[in-house]
């Protein structure tokens, strides 16, 4: 019925209001007076109405109007369906109107509005009274509230399907039975498993899936335990969907209700056919399983969306540092959440909720244990389930805590990463080695050619200088051309030999004087002769630690390589800068010696002269102590002089080292080895780890 035709029925109603509303006045019901059918009816806990024979409703009982918070003026005629839900009014008056037109009695469920302006669902139910002819003079009706009932009715529903979605993904077969033992209900893998379909499976089908040599007495078994309503356990060759045969243990417990009557059976089918083949091996795998799964903690959650309420097991509250028995919510479950982790776990959430996507709710995440602030991984999964409607009313899966498989993995990439750095660092320690050994083959092998150079360049230079010696005696002292000749022919020979001398000290075959020295004091010593050498450009700075050990060194050589070393400092400082020498007790490791060829590990005494300059590249710095070598121009530099120093170090027992880099300086740093002597100075400060 539309709008229009629904106000034409209402309008009726008003027109046959007037021969009707007398015979309203005398309301009875077989022998009983209207006045104690009103009693009657007004008492009753349902809302009672009376029309009479053309659907005109002429009385309410008090139950009506104190529901609908009416008065019987309002409600007369058609002004009940001012308390009607306008969306489904059409349709009641529509269905009102064909039991009327064919005195059928009427029912139906809809909404009434009650006095608090709340539509709740009624069941209404209509009775017509007829005369000795057959007309309907009177329709009776009420009006029974089951809100509860169809709560009841959902809440069931929900609970079959959470119970449907946790046996689907169950990892075994499960069936349910009613109290007559027929199959109602086996879960997804019972079908995937045999190839049976709903309708042969369900009653007692589920027995043709089972072998023909077993059908029979597995049907006994089970009927008898039904008939005794006793749990039950049983084993029979099950068949594949490919027509194969598999063991199975099939395993049942009776259901009852709160009143104790017999609902039925569930139970579970697990396949067991290689226990046959391998019993004992069986017996181990599930003694293993078992404690695997005890050990693997895995606990079940269940979310009800629409109301808001959280079901966690405590072995999914441990997984949130709560308590067992500590009441919780979804609150408990987003504010325990790891705030890196928060969104995207949220976003997951969500998605499973969603009626569009449906997703897999399968995530990792940290929580932050609320009353223990320890930090946990959990591995969530879980679906939603969505009503009619398409709206999520639930979401259920399982949660595992894996925090221990996270540190294991944690552990293994910090593993991999320190032994690819370890490998790293040998392959790069020896290469070190390696070019250090280079460095010292050369220098070895360049000491050793120009030792013999050295050594011929003497010789030939004594019988020069013989030579020049016996001349100048016998020249006449009135030639005083040839005298100037001759002078300049004996400076050249001598700068020869300063030169020889030299190239001696690099291959380490000059004469030394080694004695006792304190390096504290022959450093402080030439401190006023390196002012007036480095010149006022260049500020002197001495650093002289406290207490440094004795050392055997010829003076004259250590002072010359000193002065040495302070003379390059000073030319690699054009304009200005701060020259520093710095004396300190040292120790050379095996670690360090293990690097620097042939040094030998122990206690050494640093001497270190650094500069402001301008600095070397690491290629010119490993070629600094190569004789000839050198970086000024021609005529300002032979390149012997940091040779000499590094022939005097090596030749003393020591070691030498450059650090350089291009605008910031060098330092160069000399080892001289410690005096053992009786009677050497102790020191009084601790050694130290030197580089």
Request: glycine residues 8%; charged residues 25%.
């Amino acid at each position: 019925m539309n709008q229009t035709s629904a106000a034409d029925f209402g309008a009726t109603f008003w027109r046959t209001g007037a021969r009707t509303a007398e015979a309203a006045t005398n309301l009875t019901a077989g022998d009983l007076d209207g006045q104690t059918f009103r009693l009657l009816a007004d008492n009753l806990p349902t809302l009672c109405w009376v029309a009479n024979g053309d659907g005109y409703i002429v009385w309410y009982n008090r139950r009506w109007h104190e529901y609908c918070g009416t008065t019987p003026a309002e409600m007369e005629g058609w002004g009940w369906q001012s308390v009607h839900d306008p969306a489904v009014l059409p349709e009641v008056l529509e269905a009102w109107q064909r039991s009327i037109a064919s005195g059928e009695p009427f029912e139906m469920v809809f909404p009434l509005r009650g006095a608090d302006g709340v539509f709740r669902p009624f069941l209404t139910r209509v009775c017509p009274l007829q005369d000795d002819a057959g007309r309907v003079i009177r329709w009776f009706g009420v009006n029974t509230e089951i809100s509860r009932q169809m709560q009841a009715e959902a809440a069931f529903r929900e609970s079959e399907a959470r119970f449907r979605n946790m046996a689907d993904h169950a990892p075994v077969m499960m069936w349910v039975t009613d109290a007559d033992g027929a199959c109602v209900y086996l879960n997804r893998s019972w079908y995937e498993f045999t190839g049976q379909t709903e309708a042969e499976a369900l009653g007692l089908g589920w027995l043709k899936a089972v072998h023909p040599d077993d059908e029979a007495e597995s049907g006994r078994i089970f009927l008898e335990a039904n008939a005794r309503r006793e749990p039950f356990r049983l084993e029979y060759r099950l068949r594949r969907a490919d027509g194969s045969y598999r063991l199975a243990i099939d395993a049942a417990a009776p259901r009852f209700d709160s009143d104790g009557a017999f609902l039925g059976y569930i139970g579970s089918v697990i396949d067991i056919e290689d226990r046959r083949e391998h019993e004992q091996a069986l017996r181990e795998t599930e003694e293993r399983l078992r404690l695997a799964t005890e050990a693997a903690e895995v606990g079940f959650w269940d979310v009800d969306v629409v109301n808001d309420v959280l079901i966690w097991p405590p072995i999914v509250k441990a997984m949130f540092g709560i308590s067992p028995d500590a009441p919780v919510s979804m609150q408990d479950f987003y504010e325990g959440l790891h705030p890196d982790d928060r969104e995207s776990t949220a976003a997951a959430f969500a998605a499973a909720c969603d009626p569009l996507e449906r997703a897999l709710y399968d995530v990792e995440y940290r929580t932050v244990g609320r009353e223990d602030g320890q930090v946990r991984w959990v591995a969530a999964k879980g679906r939603g389930i969505f009503d009619a409607q398409g709206r999520c009313v639930r979401v259920i899966g399982a949660a595992i805590d894996i925090t221990a498989r996270k540190k294991a993995d944690a552990e293994l990439r910090e593993l991999n990463e320190n032994l690819e750095r370890r490998v790293a660092e040998e392959v790069a320690e020896r290469e070190q080695v390696s070019e250090a050994l280079r460095q010292a083959q050369k220098m070895e092998t360049v000491g050793q050619l120009t030792g013999g150079i050295g050594h011929d360049f003497n010789n030939m230079l004594a019988v020069v200088m013989g030579s020049l010696d016996l001349l100048k005696r016998r020249l006449p002292p009135t030639d005083a051309r040839a005298v100037r000749y001759l002078d300049a022919a004996v400076e050249g020979a001598q700068r020869a030999a300063t030169l020889t001398q030299r190239l001696l000290a690099f291959s380490r075959q000059q004469p030394l004087r080694p004695e006792p020295l304190d390096t504290n004091k022959l450093v402080g010593g030439m401190s006023e002769f390196l002012h007036h050498s480095l010149g006022g450009s260049v500020r002197l700075e001495t650093v002289l630690a406290a207490g440094v050990w004795r050392i055997e060194a010829d003076r004259n050589q250590l002072e010359s390589a000193i002065l040495n070393l302070a003379v390059n400092a000073r030319d690699a400082m054009p304009e200005r800068g701060r020259l520093t020498i710095e004396t300190q007790n040292c120790h050379l490791d095996e670690r360090y010696v293990a690097q620097h060829i042939g040094v030998p590990p122990g206690q050494y005494v640093m001497i270190a002269v650094t500069d402001t300059g301008v600095g070397m590249s690491a290629e010119t710095a490993a070629k600094a102590f190569d004789p000839f070598f050198t970086t000024k121009s021609v005529g300002k530099g032979t390149g012997l002089g940091l040779s000499q120093v590094y022939g005097f170090v090596k030749q003393s027992g020591g070691h030498v080292k450059i650090y350089s880099e291009v605008g910031q300086g060098t330092t160069v740093k000399i080892y001289l080895p410690r005096s053992m002597a009786t009677g050497s100075f102790r020191p009084t400060a601790p050694n130290k780890l030197c580089g």
